[in-house]
């Protein structure tokens, strides 16, 4: 079991640029999410999903569009960087979370750094 | 008011010390919680996970749920260095797609 995953590890964009961040769980978890987390400010949920096909907004989805195509992946694109999505990109997966919420909640990802210039 | 409130920190401490890191919510209908520990460069892990209020406990680590006082804890005994990491704290309510998280407590543990 490799859990969940991330592409890439770390990337440098210019300005407008665009670029897609994948997300891979091999536990068949319903529910996948994209989160961002900055110094000072945590990690702030911008977009989840609560089944293959289905996708819903979070706190902070304002520049980012989502897919969830396959169960297994979520993809969160970005159609024109800028510098203020600067951070660390995190998917998490997980099981229905409540109310039969279970020991294991939700699965974190390593990571992806991004960097706009 | 932010629904969940974790003081960032940071929080050093020597080796062997008892470890209190604390997190308040205004949200009376969350019954589900969690600690999570990040280390450097790394994804959150769930730590510990209490339902409703009470306490447990699971090698160093204490977890508790104070829902009267809108209030949980978790505490580390007998600290170590390895210990070092971001805690964050985390609540779900019933019937709820998302968890809400506190900003994390930085720890570092001293040898």
């Known amino acids: 079991n490799a859990g969940v995953t991330q592409t890439p590890k770390f990337r440098v964009l210019k300005t407008g640029q665009s670029m897609t961040l994948l997300c891979a769980q091999d536990m068949n978890h319903e529910y996948m999410y994209w989160y961002r987390q900055d110094p000072g400010m945590g990690l702030r949920l911008i977009h989840y999903?609560?089944?293959?096909?289905?996708?819903a907004k979070g706190e902070v989805p304002d520049g980012y569009n989502v897919s969830r195509l396959k169960k297994q992946n979520f993809l969160l694109g970005l159609e024109s960087a800028a510098p203020s999505q600067t951070s660390v990109y995190f998917c998490a997966s997980s099981y229905q979370l409540a109310p039969t919420a279970r020991a294991e909640t939700q699965y974190f990802g390593p990571g992806t750094r991004l960097l706009v210039l | 008011q932010k629904e969940v409130e974790q003081d960032p920190g940071p929080l050093s401490v020597p080796e062997g010390a008892i470890v209190s890191l604390n997190c308040t919510y205004s949200n009376s209908a969350f019954q589900y919680f969690m600690w999570y520990r990040q280390y450097s460069r790394k994804g959150p892990e769930l730590l510990m996970y209490?339902?409703?209020?009470g306490n447990k406990e699971d090698g160093r680590f204490t977890a508790q749920v104070d829902k009267s006082s809108k209030y949980i804890s978790l505490f580390i005994r007998d600290s170590q260095p390895s210990d070092s990491a971001t805690y964050l704290c985390?609540?779900?309510?019933?019937?709820?797609?998302?968890?809400?998280f506190g900003k994390g407590t930085k720890l570092t543990v001293n040898p």
């Open positions: 999903s609560v089944g293959e096909g289905t996708t």
């Open positions: 985390a609540m779900v309510q019933g019937g709820s797609e998302k968890l809400v």
């Open positions: 209490t339902y409703s209020s």
